[in-house]
């Protein structure tokens, strides 16, 4: 599948949950800042391997459950203190890649068990459903931060960004 699915399906999942979770009184989840950073690791395994073929992509070690792994190994790091607050968001961006190659295992196939031990799945989902895809989930997107998120933006307030200044003469 192409880049704007990529990014579009772990939106629509993050901001579906925030929404859920607001509505059930638990709280905003995710910030549209934080769910948008966590959606665009959703490009990572072919930012981390370019590819225009599909045997590019066969042969791309980011498609593959080890690389999976090795995201997930980082979220440990956000258990720590300082970090702590990041950790819904660092999930989200390790479910953005997962789901990134499931995609891609329903559309075409991909290495998962590793580079040279054979491809898993298949066209699924045909090619020329793929630009239609873009648009359509990209569009629900929109929607869901215009309608959802758009007014939980955390705003500086102006008073931060124009602390005055002493000059010492
Ligand atoms: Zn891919």
Known sequence: M?????????YI????????????????????????????FGMLPDMLSIHVSQEARHASYTHTIWFILACTSFLPIFGLKPLRRLFPTAVLAV???FLHVICDMISGGVPFSGVGNGITGDYYVMPEYWIPMDVFFTY??????????????????????????????
């Open 2 to 10: 192409l880049i704007g699915t990529h990014i579009s399906l772990p």
């Open 13 to 40: 999942t993050g901001a579906l949950a925030t929404i859920a979770s607001k509505k059930a009184g638990f709280g905003k989840l995710f910030t549209a800042r934080n769910l948008l950073i966590a959606s665009i």
């Open 95 to 97: 479910y953005a890649v």
């Open 140 to 169: 629900i997107s929109w929607n869901l931060y215009k309608k959802y998120l758009r007014e939980d933006q955390e705003e500086i307030p102006i008073s931060v960004v124009c602390e005055p200044v002493r000059i010492e003469k």
